[in-house]
Structure formats: C-alpha cells, structure tokens
C-alpha cells in the first residue's frame, strides 16, 4: 500500500532561516505529490504539487519542492522563515494504481522564532 | 465565491444522537470526499463519490451513511453517536484525475459528550 512519511512531526526554526520539511513516499511507480498546509483551526490549503515535468516546483507563498526519484522524496523548502509560515503542514500522494485517493503523511507542526 | 463549504462549523451533541454534516462545492468538480482528523490530526480518507456513485467506502463503522443527492453535494449523516467520533470532519472536492489536487472546505469540529 502507497505510504507517505514525514520525518520530523515538529521542526522549529528561527525568522530568516532555512525551512526545511521532508518527506518521503513508498511506491515502486512515482505517484503525484502534494503539500499542504493547514493553518490553526482552518481548512487544508494546497501550497504545491508535482505531477509531471519540472522535478522543481515553486508554490505560494514562496515555497517549493523537489521531487527526487532516486530519493524516493519530495521535501519542502523556504529559504527564508516567516512568523506567518508557522503552521502544520502536511505531504500527500496520489499513487499511479489507484485513483482519487489522496493518502496524508502524519503532518509537521512548524514552529518559527523571532 | 467559488469554493467547497460545508456546515455547520461547529457541532457539540450527546452520545447516542443523530447528526448530519453538509457538503457543497462550486467548483465544477465531479468527484467528492469526506475525511476525517483525529485529535492528533492524522488525516483519514473515509468515502468518495464521483458522479454520486460511491467510489472509495474505507473501513468505517456503518452508522456513517454518505448521501450524495447530485455532483455538488456531498453529506455526512452520522447516526448513535459515540464519543470517539469526536473529530474535525473535512469535506473536499477534485476533479477526477490523478495530477489534480483536492480542495477542501474549512472542516466540522464535532464533539460528542
């Protein structure tokens, strides 16, 4: 079964540094990735995906992701922390054999320092 | 404003109750879903409708019925409430198609007493 693995279920860092969040997918066929983020008491807003084409995708907020096959990973990154990325934030897949099925890693809670 | 909404937001009700939660997307989307957030926010896919037919039915208890009147419509009845269906229940939509993402409504805070 497609599984999706977040390591790190809290990475805190401080405003302006590096945010790195990672995960990792288990799936023989590359799946389609996603990140979403998820702000205190809201919904789950999609902050980038990749399909196919460009291994490097850039989305809101400025964030992106690389997906790296031999890595089996897809871990988001900022080069530059803001007070207002603190948030949980969540990897998913949608694996190549099943359809509609998006499967959530268990979530990091990123914590940001002035 | 396009979007998927569901309501209520809130919903605090004793064990044993009956309750529904609605679902409804503007989107144009034909594809639906409930999931579920437990305490530790976990997140769990529990059914999928597309074109109202029932396409994913996870291993849920079967006092959770899905009800899918049309495309833009997806509810949630819960009947015999029990204390460990305290959750954030979010709704979501997605057109069919493994390369697009899902859009999710801001989600239904149950809490069984």
């Known amino acids: 079964a497609q599984s999706v693995t977040q390591l790190g279920s809290h990475v805190s860092v401080s405003e302006g540094a590096l945010v790195l969040l990672r995960c990792n997918y288990s799936?023989?066929?590359?799946?389609?990735l996603f990140w979403y983020v998820q702000y205190p008491n809201q919904g789950l807003q999609l902050l980038l995906k990749?399909?196919?084409?460009?291994?490097l995708v850039k989305g809101i907020n400025g964030f992106e992701a690389e997906f790296k096959k031999s890595e089996t990973s897809f871990h988001l990154t900022k080069p530059s922390a803001h007070m207002s990325d603190a948030a949980e934030y969540f990897c998913?897949?949608?694996?190549?054999?099943?359809?509609?099925?998006?499967?959530f890693g268990q979530g990091t809670i990123l914590t940001v320092h002035p | 404003d396009t979007a998927v909404s569901q309501t209520p937001k809130y919903l605090v009700t004793q064990m044993g109750n009956d309750k529904s939660i609605k679902c409804e997307q503007n989107?144009?989307?034909?594809?639906m879903y409930w999931y579920k957030q437990d305490s530790k926010k976990f997140l769990k896919i529990m059914f999928s409708?597309?074109?109202?037919?029932?396409?994913i039915n996870e291993t849920v208890p079967n006092r959770f019925s899905p009800k899918s009147p049309d495309k833009a419509h997806l509810n949630l009845h819960i009947n015999s409430l029990e204390l460990g269906d305290s959750a954030v229940y979010f709704c979501?939509?997605?057109?069919?198609?493994?390369?697009?993402?899902?859009?999710f409504g801001s989600g239904t805070r149950l809490t069984v007493v």
């Open positions: 979501a939509s997605s057109q069919m198609g493994r390369g697009y993402g899902y859009t």
């Open positions: 799936s023989s066929v590359p799946p389609y």
């Open positions: 990749y399909t196919t084409g460009a291994t």
């Open positions: 998913a897949v949608i694996p190549a054999t099943v359809l509609g099925k998006l499967t």
């Open positions: 989107l144009g989307h034909d594809t």
């Open positions: 409708y597309n074109n109202k037919e029932l396409i």
